[in-house]
């Protein structure tokens, strides 16, 4: 789920605004888009896989959000259209017990500029991402659309392996980690090898949910740089405070693939999925909301984070 606020218009407006709301591209893919009054208030795309019972789940988002009117979008192939004319069928119907349904269209990319086509009277119309004044203002904010969800999974992937190095002293790490990220810089392989060697002590990993006190963008840069580098539990914590760090940025869908790769990691690993993890992805399944989800910087006090593990975390006052 992703958080954009923003008041549109016109269905060609909503439909080209999805890459931007969404941070990516999506393809072969349901989109629901939900309005309190005219106002955008979240994007949530899911696969077009068992759409009845995903779109149950949505039903109780729905109604804990407040939601008074949906728009669903299926982002389908040409010769998948007829299917995904019935699926849209299923979703508005189960997606009505709770909301209004106010328009269900079919668009077969949104790559590109295209013709959509409003699924209940059939007319057609053109729709154009690349000219979405959501797109404009969303890259003019430094905001990446990617152009697809693997592009997104890239930031996550394998690289070069480097080990825990054998001895690392936990406050001296985090406050490394703080100075790196206050300075947008990224980690070296000594940090990292020092940081998969402690983060896997809970009152460590705790600790850097701090991180974002100084800056938030470049502490998830961090996160998802140490997380490339490690493996096994070290990996799994590193993905999970990254998607954390994505979901309280508003980006649903960056979250989401960072937490199919903590999970991935844990069954590879054959390790059990870490409560903290299972935690954040009850969070985001259940849409809570940026604001809701970033109080987790602020329950780590730095009192609590001094007495646990010796760093010093106060933050910084002109970092977000």
Request: net charge negative; hydrophobic share 50%.
């Amino acid at each position: 789920m992703t958080q954009p606020r923003i008041t549109l218009t016109s269905a060609a407006q909503v439909i080209a605004a999805i890459p931007a709301a969404l941070r990516h591209v999506p393809t072969e893919s349901i989109v629901v888009l939900a309005f309190t009054g005219k106002t955008l208030t979240f994007a949530a795309r899911f696969d077009r896989v068992d759409v009845a019972a995903q779109a149950h789940k949505m039903t109780d988002v729905l109604r804990r959000h407040g939601i008074e009117s949906v728009v669903i979008v299926t982002i389908a192939d040409r010769p998948g259209k007829k299917a995904a004319a019935v699926e849209n069928l299923v979703i508005a119907g189960i997606l009505a017990t709770a909301v209004e349904v106010i328009g269900t269209y079919w668009v077969p990319t949104l790559a590109e500029p295209v013709t959509a086509q409003d699924l209940d009277t059939l007319d057609t119309f053109d729709v154009d991402p690349i000219a979405s004044e959501l797109a404009a203002s969303t890259v003019e904010a430094g905001t990446v659309i990617e152009g697809s969800r693997t592009a997104i999974g890239n930031r996550y992937a394998h690289a070069e392996e480097i080990h825990p190095a054998e001895h690392a002293d936990a406050a001296q790490v985090l406050e490394e980690l703080a100075a790196v990220v206050y300075a947008d810089e990224l980690p070296d392989s000594g940090l990292i090898a020092r940081t998969a060697a402690v983060i896997t002590a809970l009152p460590v990993r705790d600790a850097m949910f701090r991180l974002p006190l100084y800056g938030s963008t470049s502490a998830h840069t961090v996160m998802a740089t140490i997380a490339r580098h490690t493996r096994a539990e070290a990996r799994i914590q590193a993905l999970s405070i990254a998607g954390w760090l994505c979901h309280r940025a508003g980006d649903g869908a960056a979250a989401n693939i960072a937490y199919d790769a903590a999970e991935d990691e844990a069954t590879s690993a054959g390790i059990a999925t870490p409560q903290m993890l299972r935690l954040l992805r009850q969070a985001l399944d259940v849409a809570m909301s940026p604001t809701e989800i970033r109080t987790l910087d602020v329950d780590v006090d730095a009192e609590t984070v001094r007495a646990t593990t010796g760093a010093h975390l106060p933050g910084a006052p002109d970092r977000d």
